[in-house]
């Protein structure tokens, strides 16, 4: 079958400020507890050297989990795990939206709009729903939820929230991705779901977008750079490897799929999916100052740096992140985001790529400009 491709990029003429929605700010939340890499390895239970040595060897130092190591006992029942689920991420996306609130200088009542992204729980009321009265937003809010796009949901996320802005002028839209992966680990002896267990971990980002980028503040006083525009984006689907990654259910949970040979469609379906964000807007990969890379594993970030051609300085935020909060699934790319703000780097007129990999198998991609 096929690749597919799909993209929204404006051309040349239009790659202004003025023509594009605003990342009007971008904040993040993890659990209170953190755990190193031992103490993980530790808390699944796993007695093999060779299991430890995966978990120790993933350039990951530290995880934080929704969890209390006290009381925590290993294959806990599917109704535990999601009690889990909706206790922590409830609790870490008010957390993340109210921090995004804080810094773009909005209060809840100026939020027109509630997006969510989630892959590891499932919830009716949904979190949109859940977080209107959470956050005190309004009631005549618009609300949504995407389901399903794993590590990559928080492309389609920020599609779907400068899809509103432009459609709605003057609409600001709070936009949210979390993932509670302690709510979704399994325990068997395949290699996919021992690297799962030795990479994931509980986090969610947040941001407020708006066409009308004037309430945006230059800076947050701290060094942080002038908020991004959002100007365009690109997605790349291969069907044919609908099976290489993505949750099962089995025994009434979820089960992660992470075939080894992702590591090997990598690099061409990103190589594929830049060169399509970059070509209507007459950029080259030299015009792009700011790689942001979903840090979905060690491998997954060489691979993307060998067929993009980047140095090692332009996975600088991405790796940071891997080592500090592990593979977070949809915010983790929204980390890696603030990360470069906070760092005060980019410059007017820098041009910044967001990418991630999720299931499909599937590239997503945004361009961006300071």
Same mark, same amino acid.
């Given at each position: 079958?096929?690749?597919?491709?799909?993209?929204?990029?404006?051309?040349?003429?239009?790659?202004?400020?003025?023509?594009?929605?605003?990342?009007?700010?971008?904040?993040?939340?993890?659990?209170?507890?953190?755990?190193?890499?031992?103490?993980?390895?530790?808390?699944?239970?796993?007695?093999?050297?060779?299991?430890?040595?995966?978990?120790?060897?993933?350039?990951?130092?530290?995880?934080?989990?929704?969890?209390?190591?006290?009381?925590?006992?290993?294959?806990?029942?599917?109704?535990?795990?999601?009690?889990?689920?909706?206790?922590?991420?409830?609790?870490?996306?008010?957390?993340?939206?109210?921090?995004?609130?804080?810094?773009?200088?909005?209060?809840?009542?100026?939020?027109?709009?509630?997006?969510?992204?989630?892959?590891?729980?499932?919830?009716?009321?949904?979190?949109?729903?859940? !977080?209107?009265?959470?956050? *005190? =937003? $309004?009631? %005549?809010?618009? @609300?949504?939820?995407? #389901?399903?796009? /794993?590590?990559?949901?928080?492309?389609?996320?920020?599609?779907?929230?400068?899809?509103?802005?432009?459609?709605?002028?003057?609409?600001?839209?709070?936009?949210?991705?979390?993932?509670?992966?302690?709510?979704?680990?399994?325990?068997?002896?395949?290699?996919?779901?021992?690297?799962?267990?030795?990479?994931?971990?509980?986090?969610?980002?947040?941001?407020?977008?708006?066409?009308?980028?004037?309430?945006?503040?230059?800076?947050?006083?701290?060094?942080?750079?002038?908020?991004?525009?959002?100007?365009?984006?690109?997605?790349?689907?291969?069907?044919?490897?609908?099976?290489?990654?993505?949750?099962?259910?089995?025994?009434?949970?979820?089960?992660?799929?992470?075939?080894?040979?992702?590591?090997?469609?990598?690099?061409?379906?990103?190589?594929?999916?830049?060169?399509? !964000?970059?070509?209507?807007? *007459? =950029? $080259?990969? %030299?015009?792009? @100052?700011?790689?942001? #890379?979903?840090? /979905?594993?060690?491998?997954?970030?060489?691979?993307?740096?060998?067929?993009?051609?980047?140095?090692?300085?332009?996975?600088?935020?991405?790796?940071?992140?891997?080592?500090?909060?592990?593979?977070?699934?949809?915010?983790?790319?929204?980390?890696?985001?603030?990360?470069?703000?906070?760092?005060?780097?980019?410059?007017?007129?820098?041009?910044?790529?967001?990418?991630?990999?999720?299931?499909?198998?599937?590239?997503?991609?945004?361009?961006?400009?300071?």
């Amino acid at each position: 079958m096929s690749i597919t491709e799909g993209a929204l990029t404006l051309s040349s003429e239009s790659l202004t400020r003025a023509a594009a929605p605003a990342l009007l700010s971008c904040a993040t939340a993890v659990p209170p507890r953190r755990f190193s890499q031992e103490e993980a390895f530790a808390l699944c239970g796993y007695s093999s050297s060779r299991i430890r040595q995966i978990f120790l060897n993933s350039d990951i130092d530290f995880r934080h989990f929704w969890l209390n190591p006290d009381d925590f006992i290993p294959n806990e029942t599917p109704d535990q795990l999601h009690a889990r689920y909706l206790e922590g991420a409830r609790h870490l996306a008010g957390l993340a939206a109210r921090r995004a609130l804080d810094q773009a200088g909005l209060a809840a009542s100026d939020i027109d709009c509630i997006l969510v992204a989630s892959c590891t729980g499932y919830l009716c009321p949904d979190l949109s729903t859940l !977080l209107v009265s959470d956050l *005190g =937003l $309004r009631c %005549d809010i618009q @609300r949504g939820a995407l #389901l399903g796009h /794993g590590c990559a949901g928080a492309l389609p996320l920020l599609q779907r929230a400068s899809d509103h802005a432009r459609a709605n002028p003057g609409a600001r839209v709070l936009a949210i991705a979390v993932e509670i992966c302690s709510a979704c680990y399994f325990f068997d002896t395949s290699m996919e779901t021992i690297i799962g267990n030795a990479i994931c971990a509980d986090g969610a980002a947040a941001f407020v977008l708006s066409l009308n980028g004037r309430s945006a503040p230059a800076s947050n006083g701290n060094g942080a750079a002038a908020p991004p525009c959002v100007l365009g984006f690109q997605s790349v689907l291969d069907p044919s490897q609908l099976d290489k990654v993505g949750f099962e259910h089995r025994d009434g949970k979820l089960r992660i799929v992470l075939a080894a040979e992702i590591r090997e469609l990598a690099g061409p379906i990103i190589d594929r999916c830049l060169d399509s !964000l970059l070509l209507p807007s *007459g =950029l $080259r990969r %030299d015009d792009v @100052r700011f790689w942001v #890379l979903h840090p /979905g594993g060690r491998k997954v970030l060489d691979a993307a740096s060998q067929f993009l051609g980047l140095a090692e300085e332009n996975l600088r935020f991405s790796r940071r992140i891997l080592r500090e909060f592990g593979n977070m699934s949809s915010p983790t790319v929204l980390f890696v985001l603030d990360e470069v703000r906070r760092s005060g780097e980019p410059h007017p007129g820098d041009y910044g790529v967001l990418l991630a990999l999720g299931p499909g198998f599937a590239a997503e991609a945004a361009l961006l400009r300071w």
